[in-house]
Structures are given as C-alpha cells and as structure tokens.
C-alpha cells in the first residue's frame, strides 16, 4: 500500500507534468488544481509543502529561460565549482563524501556471481525508491514505481547474485541523501558494475553542485573526451544510482531538460525542488 510521503508526490509529479505540458499557456493555480482534482486552496498548500515555492514560482524554475541561465553561468570547470561551492547546507557536494569502487573483472564479467546483495524498498520526496547494497557498498538505487519490476531490473543487473530483502546499515546511511539537511551525512561507498569509461563519467557527474545544471558535451570536456558527447549520454542514461549520482543535473545545451529513465516528469521535479531549494538564478 501506498505511503502518503508517495501519494502527495504523484499528485505533484501529475501537476508538474500538466504544467510542463501547458506552461505556453501559462495555466492559472485553479486549472492546475482542478487537473489534479484538489481545491485550489488544498493544491497551493500541498504544492509548496513539498517544494517550498508556489507553482508559479517553480514553474519559473523548470522554464527553458532559466535552464539557460544556469548553463551560461556555468564557465568553470566542475572541480572549480566543487571548490566554490564549500561544505554548508545542501550546497555540499557529492564527491566529498561519496567514493565511487568499480567490480572486479570477475564480478562485472560473472554478472554478480558470489555476490550477496542486500535490498528494500523505501520512500523519498520523488516517490519509492529500491536501494541495494553489496558488503562493499550501495550497488544500485533505482526509483520504484512498480516494485516487481524494480527488483527484475535490479536481477537482470546481477542475473547470478545471492538477493536477500533486507535493510543494511550501507542502505540508512545512503538514504540520507533524500533529507533536505546534508550535515549529517558521512562517507558512502557506492560499489559499481561499469566500465572504465562509465565509472570516469559517473565519477564527473558527482561533481555538478546542487542546483547546477551542465550540458553532455560540458561532461565530456571534463574527462578530457571532447569529442565523446554521444558516448557520454550514454554512459549517463545507464547510472545505476539515482539522484545520488545526479544524471539528472546534465542537461541539452537548449535548455531542454531531455530523457530520464526513471522518467521525464520525475526529472523535471527533481531539478525544479533542487533550485528551489539553492535559489539558482
């Protein structure tokens, strides 16, 4: 049965999705309201609970104007904006404290032979999520809208793994990337099935700071593979951690905010809450 914490956010993810359909129009706060059968009072109320800004407000925030702004903004290399960008609040950045452990040859080519995986099922602000973890670390967290079909994608991953539905202390300590407050968080390993060139671009994307978007070929010029765009989407379309390794931060250089394969709408959420919460101009 579904959580509240999971009902409200598909009743934002249904508005956003409506408001990012019909944002020419500029729909009033009472069609938005009315798409998702809430009072407009109760739909404001709902809406700014969960992104902390009005629906006018955030659809400033998920416009194709204010994508490129940021882009344009964004003129340092990630390592500078990593520096700038210090250690308080939510402004702390991924790579200080997530350390990224490739499998061994064996297991990437055993697909997970004599690997015990933990895994459970949890909620965050962007709806269910699966994490599971090796005795080495988080191995994949993948957003879960249908849970049978969350851990079949996870078995395929690891088609000769030892599963056991069980929370882990990796798995808590993880999970607190979904708290608005990052203060707390200590080191988290992520232990990865991928290539050496995907674990490069993954290791890229940990860098992108809250708030900030960049484009494909931007992450391509930072592991010195400028002409390796096309390659790089797709090592960024296969990350096997969401949010936690933000794929979602990499944007097209128009602006548009692309696909997402935990979905477009989840993807336009999860930018929208982040640059509400950095107020990014």
């Not at 061994?104 to 995986?117: D, Q």
Request: aromatic share 10%; hydrophobic share 35%.
């Amino acid at each position: 049965m579904s959580t509240q914490e999971d009902i409200n956010y598909h009743r934002i993810a249904e508005a956003i999705n409506y408001i990012r359909l019909n944002h020419t129009r500029q729909p009033s706060l009472d069609e938005i309201a009315e798409s998702v059968h809430l009072s407009p009072f109760h739909f404001q109320r709902l809406f700014t609970d969960w992104a902390g800004v009005s629906p006018k407000k955030f659809l400033q925030y998920i416009s194709v104007q204010h994508a490129k702004r940021i882009l344009n903004n964004t003129q340092t290399s990630l390592f500078d904006a990593a520096y700038e960008t210090g250690l308080s609040g939510t402004g702390r950045l991924h790579d200080l404290f997530v350390n990224i452990e490739g499998m061994t040859p064996g297991e990437y080519k055993n697909k997970g032979e004599n690997l015990s995986i933990n895994f459970s099922y949890n909620t965050s602000l962007f709806g269910n999520i699966l994490i599971a973890t090796t005795h080495k670390g988080v191995c994949q967290i993948s957003f879960a809208d249908d849970k049978k079909i969350a851990f079949l994608e996870l078995k395929q991953r690891f088609s000769n793994a030892i599963f056991q539905e069980r929370t882990d202390q990796i798995q808590q300590s993880a999970l607190q990337i979904f708290s608005q407050d990052w203060n707390t968080i200590g080191q988290v390993k992520l232990h990865l099935k991928g290539t050496d060139f995907q674990l490069k671009v993954w290791e890229a994307l940990l860098k992108i700071p809250m708030g900030k978007l960049v484009t494909y070929g931007h992450i391509a010029k930072e592991i010195e593979k400028p002409a390796a765009s096309r390659a790089v989407g797709t090592a960024i379309g296969s990350n096997p951690v969401a949010f936690l390794i933000p794929c979602h931060r990499v944007i097209q250089s128009t602006g548009i905010f692309g696909g997402y394969m935990w979905g477009t709408t989840r993807k336009t959420a999860i930018i929208g809450w982040e640059s509400s919460k950095t107020n990014t101009y």
